[in-house]
Nanobody, 122 residues
Framework: QEQFEEFGGGLVQAGGSLKLSCTTSGLTFSSHFMGWFRQVPGKGREFVAGIRWGSGSTYYADSVKGRFTISRERTKKTLYLDMNSLKPEDAAVYYC???????????????WGQGTQVTVSS
């Protein structure tokens, strides 16, 4: 059974930084794709960033490009999201998820964590 757990959310002032982590268990890593999504109340999940686990190729939503960095540590089976220059509009519940290949549609991802709340004060 694939399980994910996100860590690192919290309250930060606008302009500040946070680093999210996503740990996994019971997962066999091969040529899959890992993504970070976020969701605010009343809206659907929005693609933030993704990474091909094998090659390390990364993909970003335009809204976070240049401010967020996705990375992974293969030996620890851990996914990261470094978030800098945070804005109030970045506030959301952030989720990590596993998919088969690069996609920004959350319905293409079949395994999800429980999410971690990020709050950005202005």
């Amino acid at each position: 059974q694939e399980q994910f757990e996100e860590f690192g959310g919290g309250l930060v002032q606008a302009g500040g930084s946070l680093k999210l982590s996503c740990t996994t268990s019971g997962l066999t890593f091969s040529s899959h794709f890992m993504g970070w999504f976020r969701q605010v109340p009343g809206k659907g999940r929005e693609f933030v960033a993704g990474i091909r686990w094998g090659s390390g190729s990364t993909y970003y939503a335009d809204s976070v490009k240049g401010r967020f960095t996705i990375s992974r540590e293969r030996t620890k089976k851990t996914l990261y999201l470094d978030m800098n220059s945070l804005k109030p509009e970045d506030a959301a519940v952030y989720y990590c998820a596993k998919g088969n290949s690069y996609d920004t549609n959350p319905t293409s991802f079949r395994s999800w964590g429980q999410g971690t709340q990020v709050t950005v004060s202005s």
